[in-house]
């Protein structure tokens, strides 16, 4: 559904991203995982049309991106951003019905549709009960609920987070991450996430693209590519790779940082 072929991704001189290239499938759920500033989050604003690569070419169901408008790629494809801002007063309704702008002329008024894909798009993220409270007053989770209900509107398939649970505690990066798993399951909706947890990345992915200093270093099903070795060299530290006794599932314990990664941090200090 997706598919890029050798990016190149530069801020002015400083190249960020080079000779990058992935396939994405439609219905998968993706994760892009690496350190700090390897361009994790470059990758998804370039798939979303916020920066212009310098080199390479994107595909979205074999089509040019660059031959796509904004507002046709709106449509097909919602981005949720690690900072997503809102008006203090602005209702529950009222952010979601943002979704629709997409679909409508600048003065189109809201439709009977409108209204049945809105209480769609809330149905589907539990948000009954929610429309006429203001965004503001609600928790960090439901909010995350609230901007997903707005994608959702859109009528895109496909979903594109930066790390969506930031800043959130333990209960809501959960709720969050199970309700994206629901709708990517349900809807057949394409998933394309960075997140930083390696164990919830293990858990919620088909599969993951492992990025270092802009390059591609490993793709692949979590359970075959997550091994301690590539945990090492890629974060620079030592874990412990186990499974759940109880589910399968991958377990990520962190051991402590690689000692010529402490030894490189105090020379760089000095």
Known sequence: MVEAKKLK???EERVVIDDFSFHIKKGEMVSIIGPNGSGKSTILKTISKLIKQKEGVIFLDKEDMNT??????AKKMSSLSQHNRNPEDITVR?????????????????TKEDDE?????????SLQGYEDKR???LSGGERQRVWIAMALTQRSKILLLDEPTTYLDICHQLEVMELVKELN???????????HDLSQAA??????LVIKEG???AEGKPFEILTEDLIRYVYNVEVCVCKDLLNGEIIIHPIGVCKSFRKRCKYEAV
């Open 9 to 11: 991704i530069a801020y």
């Open 68 to 73: 796509i408008s904004i507002k046709n790629l």
């Open 94 to 110: 009222e952010l979601i019905y943002y979704g629709r702008l997409p679909h409508k002329k600048w003065y189109e008024r809201r």
């Open 117 to 125: 894909i809105m209480k769609w798009a809330i149905t589907h993220t």
């Open 135 to 137: 965004v503001s007053e």
């Open 185 to 195: 399951k349900r809807l057949e909706l394409t998933v394309i996430m960075v997140l």
């Open 203 to 208: 858990k919620y992915s088909d599969r993951l």
């Open 215 to 217: 390059k591609l270093v």
